[in-house]
């Protein structure tokens, strides 16, 4: 997979995004919109597919539709991409990835999931 399908990213996030949950999704949206800016290198780019694509991948180490644990694999694979390309998320990607929360999220569960993950990547620099 050489670039990352909105279209795929879309569907999933729509259809999952609530079950994911709030800091998952923002995760995601973190890497995608740090991907699609020309200023991230190549190796950061390819963390960010593997790591999206393990998202997007229908066979898992824990299976999505598994309640309440379905999503954890995920968020592990991704925090350690978004850890290796944190230096490359800028303002920018961070309010979009915001507003774009707000499709799935009320403001309450986007204010911790953003406070708990921004803490994160602030930590790492």
């Given at each position: 997979?050489?670039?990352?399908?909105?279209?795929?990213?879309?569907?999933?996030?729509s259809?999952y995004?609530?079950q994911a949950?709030?800091?998952?999704v923002y995760i995601?949206?973190?890497?995608?919109?740090s991907?699609?800016r020309?200023?991230?290198?190549k190796?950061?780019?390819?963390?960010?597919?593997g790591s999206?694509?393990?998202?997007?991948?229908?066979i898992?180490?824990?299976p999505d539709?598994?309640?309440?644990l379905g999503?954890?694999?995920d968020l592990?694979?991704l925090?350690?991409?978004?850890?290796?390309?944190?230096m490359?998320i800028?303002?920018?990607?961070?309010?979009k990835?915001?507003?774009k929360l707000?499709?799935?999220?009320?403001?309450?569960?986007?204010?911790?999931?953003?406070?708990?993950?921004?803490h994160?990547?602030?930590?790492?620099?």
């Amino acid at each position: 997979m050489s670039e990352i399908s909105k279209r795929k990213l879309r569907n999933k996030l729509s259809r999952y995004a609530l079950q994911a949950g709030s800091k998952v999704v923002y995760i995601v949206l973190l890497m995608y919109y740090s991907y699609k800016r020309s200023e991230t290198p190549k190796w950061a780019k390819a963390s960010i597919l593997g790591s999206i694509a393990y998202f997007l991948s229908p066979i898992d180490f824990i299976p999505d539709l598994t309640p309440i644990l379905g999503f954890t694999d995920d968020l592990g694979v991704l925090l350690v991409g978004l850890t290796a390309v944190s230096m490359y998320i800028n303002k920018e990607v961070r309010d979009k990835a915001k507003h774009k929360l707000t499709q799935w999220f009320d403001e309450e569960d986007i204010e911790q999931a953003v406070e708990d993950i921004d803490h994160k990547i602030k930590g790492k620099k």
